[in-house]
């Protein structure tokens, strides 16, 4: 067990000889003393009074336990603005813990509402730019440390302002859809939430219009990616 007073504040413990430390929850930012403990559920540590009878001294509740065992072997990968994160499900003892399912996040923000039970998670449309996906073990008895990585989404795509010109109408659409670029496309794909190309018929109206039949998508959101001799430009489309 370690705290500080001087050069940093909290209160931090290790199971490995301090080649590894855990902060306790709740005590970043607080001044404390030495800490002496009689197990590892029992426990004191000097505090800094801020007046007669509040925070002279702290008494640990609870019980302490070596870092739960996390996922390994953590893959993102991007398709288009598609983001599949995978694991390895964690090595742990099932005669003392329950594994109940994962919980990701995408720099720093929760993505899943409920326990993922697979071992994969698709984050769709996600825009440009680099983001860390970490992916961390619930279990009956706590939640292991996250495990990371890190991965860029459309690489090599122009930054805003500088990629060709697109515009879609209407937007939300249903039935067709109008597609203008300021040069005649080269190549023009839809894409569903799963990263997957549609094959739908695209017809040439004029220089730089061409019209799409959407008639039989279903309801939601989708990827119309152009491809030009100025390069590729990207944009969301919603169908109702």
Known sequence: MRSGYTNSLGCAYSFNGGHDWYDFIGTTGAKYYQMTWINNHCGWAGGVN????????????????????????????????????????PVYDSTIMTLRGYNISRNGIRLNTSLITGLSYTDMLVPSGQYTYCVSAHYDIGESPDSCRTVDVALGIAPPGSQPSLALYPNPAHGRLFVKTGLQPEEISLFNQAGSMLALPVKPMQAGISVIDISSLPAGFYLVSVRTADGISRTKLVVY
């Open 50 to 89: 801020t007046n007669a009878t509040e925070d002279g001294a702290y008494r640990f509740i609870g019980l302490l336990r070596p870092a739960l065992p996390a996922p390994f072997n953590v893959q993102s990968q991007a398709s288009l603005h598609n983001v599949t994160t995978t694991w390895v499900k």
